[in-house]
C-alpha cells in the first residue's frame, strides 16, 4: 500500500514538503486531481499519480495547466473535492480559466496548489504568485513548514467549500523540499461520483450574468477577509512592541533570529497563513501593539504595502519597513543569516554576525552547472544539427527541459527562452523578421503542452523555420512524468490513449517531416539538412528514449566504451559534445565507464576512430 | 539538544539523497527533532547538490544561516571545498569522499582540478578538521556515501546518533541484498 493511505491517524511519518501536502488532500477526501508537472511541486502529483493506481481517486496528467483547471473546475462544480497542482509559472497558463472560475465560484472544494520558486532553482523567473489572490480575488493559504502542509491542504478543501470559492494554496521551493517527521491526521472518505446541475445562468458568463458573479465574487471576499481575522493560520508570538509580521519560511528565520538575538521579550510576531484577504482589524490591533514594525516576506512586498495602507487608515505613524526602505530584497529567497542581520539592524541589538571565510588564498572552484546526462539523445541531436548547420547564420529558440541545458557550451544551441511553447511561436516572428536560419528546439511533453498550436500558427502564415522535436519518450526533468506521446504500457497501465506526434505534425499541414534516431550520427545530420533546404515549416522529430528513464525501466544496455592508443588527442569529442562520462587524465582524454551509457556518438565522431568498445570479458 | 546543523553535498546521481535520509532517520531514531531540506529538479542533471540537516529543539528553519554549519558532508573533492569555504563554521569538520567528478571547465581544459592540498590549506588556516575517505576495493560506486557514512559514525561526527540507530535508518530505508552489501560495508569499515 502506497504509504500516504495509511489509515493511521496520530502516527508519525517522515514526509517531503510535498508529500505532505499531497497526504493532507487525501485526508480532506480528494476525489479528483489534476496537473501539469513543475518543479517544485512535482512530487505532488508523483504521489496522488501513485495512489489513484491503489484507490478509486482520479487523477490526471493534462496536457497543460490551463487545461488541468479547467478539468477540475467541471470536476468540482460537479461538487466534487478537487486538487489542481502547478508550478508558479503554470498558473500564468492557467490564468485564463482562473479569473472567470472565480466568478462562477465551486460546489466541491478545489484547492489549487501554486509552488513558486524564489531564486529560480528551476524556474525561467521568481514571480510571486500571491499577486494572483489579488487579481482573481481568491483566497490564500500559505504554510510555514511541513507539518503545517499538511493541515492547511487538508483545511483549504474546506474553506473553499465555506466560500463557494477555489483557494489558492501557495507554497514556495523550500517548503515543497523539505523534510520532517509529520502526524498523520484522518482520512476523510472520498465521494467520487458528483453531478452537475444545470443552472446556466450562473454558469454561463456571458456580459449580462458575469456582471452580477463579480457582485458575488466581492461578497465572498469580503467573507473570506471576515474569516482571516479569526482564522488560527494567523497567530502571534510574543507581547512585546517590536512587531514583526511575516507569512511562510520568512516566519522560520524570524523565529530563529528572535531566539538567537536574544529578542523574544521584546517581540511580537504576527505570522499571517492566511494571508489573502488580509484581515485589517488583526493587522490594525497588532500595530497598535507595537512602537515600530519590520514585515519579513519572500519576493514582493505584498503584505507590506496592505500593512502601510491598514496603518494610515488606523491614524497609526509607527515606523513600518521592509523592501520598501531597502532593507530586505526583492530578489532571491532569503537566507537566515541575513533576516537575523536585518532585525538585529532594524530593533538596534547588538549583533556580530560572523564574518565570511577570507578565500583569497583558496585557487577559484570551477563552476558546475548541471548538464545533460551522459548519452543523453539531446546531445545527439544537437550535434547533428551543429553539423547539418554549418556555414549558415542561425537562431536557436529553445524551450523548457532538461534539453534547455544544450545553450551551455560546448553544445551552445540555445539562443532565445522565455516560456513553455516559445520556440515554436518566436521561431515565427525570427524568421519573418531577419534573413538568418531559424532551428528551434522543443521536447514532446512540452509540444503538446503549448508548442502545437505556435506550429499551427507557423503553417497557418507560412513560416519558414525548422522546428526539432525532441521525443525522449517522457516528461525528463520534472521526473518521468507520462505525456500524451508516451506508451503508457511502459508504466504497465492500459487504458490511455497515446498521440503520434508525427501524425500530429503531419495532420497539421507540415509537408516536410523526418523522423530521425539521433544515436546514427551522420544519417541525422543528412536528414537535417534536407530539412534545413525545405523552404517553409519543416520538422525533425528526434526519437530516442531518456538514459535515466531507459535504465529506470531496465530498457537500458549498457555497453561502455574506452578511447584506445589510436588516440591523437585532438580532442574533438570533449571539445564538440562534452559529455560527462569523459575526464582528463594529465593530458588524454578518457572515458568513466561507471557513467559511459554506450551511445557510441563520440565513437562516431572520432575521426581516428580511437573509441571503441569495452571488450566483453571472456568467460572463464 | 542544542542546535547541530549539517551540509550534505555532492553531484547529481552521486546519492546524496540516501546518506541524508538515513542520518535523518537516525537521528529521528535517537530521540532528537531533526527537519531537512534539498536540491530537487533541473540541479540534479549532473549539478550540484545540497541537502541541509538541522538537528534541535528548537530549530525551526531547516536551512542553514550561512557560514553556520558543523559540519560538512561531500561525496566528491571540488564540492567539499565549495562548502567548506562557504557553510561551514571555523574550527568545524569536513568530510569528504576522495573522487572527482571533473566539472566541465576541468573537462575543457579550462580550469584546474581541485586538489587535496587545496582543501587541507583553507581548513588549516581556519583550525577545520579534515576527514578524506577512499576505499580501493569498494565494490560499486554507488557506495562511496556508505563508506562516508560509516566514517561519521567512527568518528562521532554527529551528537547523540548511535550505531544502532544509522542501522535503523538502513533497515528502514533498504532491505534484501542492498541492505546486506551496505550494512556489511557499514560495520567492515568499523572493524578495520
Sequence with gaps: ?620 | MKAFSIYLTGVGGQGIGLISEIILRAADHAGHRVKSVDTHGLAQRGGIVVSQIRMGDTVFSPLIPSGQADLVISLERHEALRAAGTVLKDRACLIYYNTVWQPLPVRLNQAAEVTENDIRDLCRGRGIQVISVFQTDLPDIRMQNMAVLSEIHRHGLIPGIDRKHYQAAMADLMSGAMLEENRGLFDKRLTT
Excluded at chain 1, 587 to 614: K, L, S, W
Aim: one cysteine or more.
Design chain 1, 1 to 620: 500500500m502506497h504509504k500516504l493511505l495509511a489509515d493511521s491517524p496520530g502516527k508519525k511519518m517522515l514526509l517531503l514538503g510535498n508529500e505532505a501536502i499531497a497526504r493532507g488532500a487525501i485526508e480532506a477526501g480528494v476525489a479528483f486531481a489534476t496537473t501539469y508537472p513543475g518543479t517544485p511541486s512535482s512530487e505532488i502529483s508523483l504521489n496522488l499519480f501513485r495512489v489513484s493506481h491503489e484507490s478509486d481517486l482520479y487523477f490526471e496528467y493534462s496536457t497543460n495547466e490551463k487545461v488541468a483547471l479547467e478539468v477540475a473546475a467541471a470536476a468540482a462544480n460537479s461538487g466534487l473535492r478537487t486538487f489542481c497542482m502547478m508550478k508558479h509559472v503554470g498558473l500564468n497558463v492557467a490564468a485564463d480559466p482562473l479569473m472567470t472560475l472565480a466568478y462562477v465560484g465551486v460546489k466541491g472544494g478545489l484547492v489549487i496548489l501554486t509552488a513558486d520558486d524564489p531564486s529560480m532553482f528551476s524556474s525561467q523567473n521568481e514571480q510571486d504568485n500571491r499577486y494572483y489572490g489579488k487579481l482573481s480575488g481568491l483566497a490564500i493559504l500559505e504554510p510555514s513548514s511541513v507539518e503545517e502542509a499538511r493541515q492547511m491542504t487538508a483545511e483549504a478543501f474546506d474553506l473553499s467549500e465555506k466560500l463557494g470559492e477555489p483557494v489558492i494554496l501557495r507554497t514556495t521551493t523550500r517548503v515543497n523540499h523539505s523534510s520532517a517527521f509529520v502526524e498523520l491526521g484522518k482520512i476523510t472518505p472520498r465521494k467520487i461520483k458528483g453531478d452537475f446541475k444545470k443552472d446556466p445562468f450562473n454558469f454561463v458568463t456571458v456580459p449580462a450574468v458575469s456582471r452580477r458573479l463579480h457582485v458575488r465574487l466581492l461578497e465572498n471576499w469580503d467573507k473570506a477577509q471576515a474569516m482571516a481575522e479569526t482564522s488560527t493560520f494567523n497567530f502571534t508570538d510574543g507581547n512585546g512592541t517590536w512587531g514583526i509580521i511575516c507569512n511562510g519560511v520568512s516566519y522560520n528565520y524570524v523565529s530563529d533570529a528572535v531566539k538567537d538575538l536574544g529578542i523574544a521579550d521584546k517581540t511580537r510576531i504576527l505570522r499571517l497563513g492566511f494571508s489573502h484577504p488580509m484581515p485589517p482589524n488583526l493587522i490594525k490591533a497588532f500595530l497598535n501593539a507595537c512602537e515600530k514594525v519590520l514585515v519579513a516576506e519572500e519576493g514582493e512586498p505584498v503584505m507590506e504595502e496592505a500593512v502601510k495602507a491598514f496603518a494610515q487608515e488606523a491614524g497609526l505613524t509607527l515606523p513600518i519597513a521592509g523592501k520598501g526602505e531597502r532593507l530586505f530584497s526583492r530578489l532571491y529567497e532569503f537566507d537566515p543569516a541575513m533576516v537575523r542581520r536585518v532585525m538585529a539592524g532594524y530593533f538596534g541589538v547588538p549583533h556580530a554576525p560572523s564574518q565570511p571565510p577570507d578565500l583569497s588564498d583558496v585557487p577559484e572552484i570551477p563552476q558546475r552547472p548541471p548538464n545533460l546526462c551522459a548519452g543523453c539523445s539531446h546531445r545527439a541531436t544537437y550535434y547533428a544539427v551543429k553539423k547539418a548547420a554549418e556555414g549558415r547564420e542561425t537562431i536557436y529558440p529553445t524551450d523548457i527541459g532538461c534539453y534547455t541545458l544544450g545553450f551551455l557550451p560546448p553544445l551552445a544551441m540555445g539562443d532565445f527562452l522565455i516560456c513553455m511553447g516559445s520556440s515554436v511561436s518566436t521561431a515565427c516572428g525570427f524568421s519573418k523578421a531577419t534573413d538568418k536560419k531559424v532551428i528551434a528546439f522543443i521536447g514532446d511533453s512540452t509540444f503538446f503542452h503549448s508548442g502545437l498550436t505556435g506550429l499551427v500558427n507557423a503553417v497557418y502564415n507560412n513560416h519558414n523555420f525548422t522546428l526539432v522535436i525532441l521525443d525522449n519518450g517522457t516528461t525528463a526533468m520534472t521526473g518521468h512524468q507520462p505525456n500524451p506521446g508516451v506508451d503508457m504500457s511502459n508504466l504497465n497501465l492500459s487504458g490511455y490513449g497515446r498521440i503520434s506526434i508525427e501524425a500530429v505534425v503531419r495532420a497539421i499541414g507540415v509537408e516536410h517531416v523526418t523522423v530521425i534516431k539521433p544515436y546514427k550520427v551522420n544519417k541525422s545530420i543528412e536528414a537535417v539538412k534536407a530539412a534545413l533546404d525545405h523552404k517553409g515549416v519543416s520538422v525533425i522529430i528526434s526519437q530516442e528514449m531518456c538514459t535515466l528513464y531507459a535504465r529506470s525501466l531496465k530498457k537500458l544496455n549498457v555497453r561502455a566504451f574506452t578511447v584506445t592508443d589510436k588516440c591523437k588527442n585532438h580532442r574533438d569529442c570533449i571539445n564538440q559534445i562534452g559529455c560527462p562520462a569523459f575526464f582528463l587524465e594529465g593530458e588524454r582524454v578518457q572515458i568513466n565507464p561507471n557513467t559511459c551509457v554506450g551511445c557510441a556518438v563520440c565513437a562516431q565522431i572520432c575521426p581516428e576512430n580511437a573509441i571503441t568498445p569495452v571488450k566483453a570479458k571472456k568467460a572463464g
